[in-house]
């Protein structure tokens, strides 16, 4: 475990609605580039007319994507934006609740916006940085 502590004050608030159609990921992404926010925490609500999700699998070293082909409502979308390459990159996890109340989660990759989804973007430390984790290749948060 690592923790380190970063004294701020209280940083921007940006609020991201994505409209029925739109590719969220991409939408975001374009919000983070465009107000140049580059550490931040995300959560979001809304829908999705259908979604991929992901599972890293360490012993592949990727993503096993898991398809969502109906429509879905978004329970819970929440994670982090940090700097990589000197470009935000959005980390987020969703849980999507399907029409018979059950549940289907994991990171996002792609999600098909309907009717709305509503993005609170808050910005925080800007320091933190990606780097990419030798073991597993993926872009990790570093405390140090």
């Known amino acids: 475990m690592r923790a380190r502590e970063v004294r701020q004050q209280t940083g921007r608030v940006l609020v991201v609605i994505c409209d029925k159609g739109e590719e969220a990921v991409a939408a975001v992404g ?4 465009e107000q140049d926010i580059r550490a931040a925490r995300v959560t979001a609500v809304g829908g999705f007319t259908d979604a991929e999700l992901g599972w890293f699998d360490r012993d592949a070293g990727d993503y096993r994507r898991i ?10 979308l929440l994670g982090d934006v940090a700097e990589h390459d000197g470009e935000p990159v959005l980390h987020v996890h969703a849980v999507l609740g399907r029409s018979d109340g059950g549940t289907v989660g ?9 009717p709305t989804l509503e993005v609170i973007i808050s910005e925080v430390a800007p320091e933190l940085a990606k780097r990419v984790d030798p073991e597993t290749g993926l872009a990790l948060i570093s405390a140090s």
């Open 30 to 33: 374009a919000a983070l580039r």
């Open 67 to 76: 398809p969502v082909t109906e429509q879905v409502e978004v329970l819970s």
């Open 106 to 114: 994991g990171h996002l990759l792609r999600g098909r916006v309907w």
